[in-house]
Each structure stands twice: as C-alpha cells, then as structure tokens.
C-alpha cells in the first residue's frame, strides 16, 4: 500500500523539521565551540598580561636594588674618602705640632 499524498506531505515536513533542527543544533553548538575559544583566548591573553606586570614589576624591584645599592656605593666611597682626609689632616696637624 503506497502511502497517501497526504502521508507524504506530512512525512517530508517532519524531515524538513528535524533537518532544521539538526542545523541549529550544529549551529548553537559552534556558536558555544566560538564562545568558549574566545573566552580561552581572553583568560591566555589576561594571563600574558598580569605575567607580563609581573615580570615589568620584577625588573622595576631590581632596578630600584641596583639603584639604591649604587648610592651606597657611592656613600660609603664619599665616607672612606672623608676618614682618609681626616686621618691625613689629623697626622699632618700633630706632626706640624712638634
């Protein structure tokens, strides 16, 4: 028994639905597939950033180390170099004493 047009009809709409249905599932489902690689790349992209801060802030910390230990450095060079020109002053002054 060949079925009705009527049959066929309702038949062909039901497979034109489920095709639909099948489409926006793949369709939704990509969707979801972009928007979690979006926000993959968002969270790679926030953790280069704050490494990158981080590392920015590393190099600052050891610029401002190198910095301060130079002007210590520096201090105690200015130091020496005042007791050597105490201690010289104080020898010529007890040697001109005499």
């Known amino acids: 028994?060949?079925?009705?047009?009527?049959?066929?009809?309702?038949?062909?709409?039901?497979?034109?639905?489920?095709e639909e249905e099948e489409k926006e599932k793949e369709k939704e489902e990509e969707e979801?597939?972009?928007?979690?690689?979006?926000?993959?790349?968002?969270?790679?992209e926030k953790e280069e950033k704050e490494e990158e801060e981080e590392e920015n802030e590393k190099e600052k910390e050891k610029e401002e180390k190198e910095e301060k230990e130079e002007e210590n450095e520096k201090e105690e060079e200015e130091e020496e170099t005042l007791r050597t020109w105490a201690k010289t002053t104080l020898f010529f002054y007890d040697y001109s004493c005499y």
Do not use: I, L, Q, V
């Open 1 to 18: 028994m060949d079925p009705s047009p009527e049959e066929e009809e309702e038949k062909e709409e039901e497979e034109k639905e489920e």
């Open 32 to 44: 979801e597939k972009e928007k979690e690689e979006e926000e993959k790349e968002e969270k790679e």
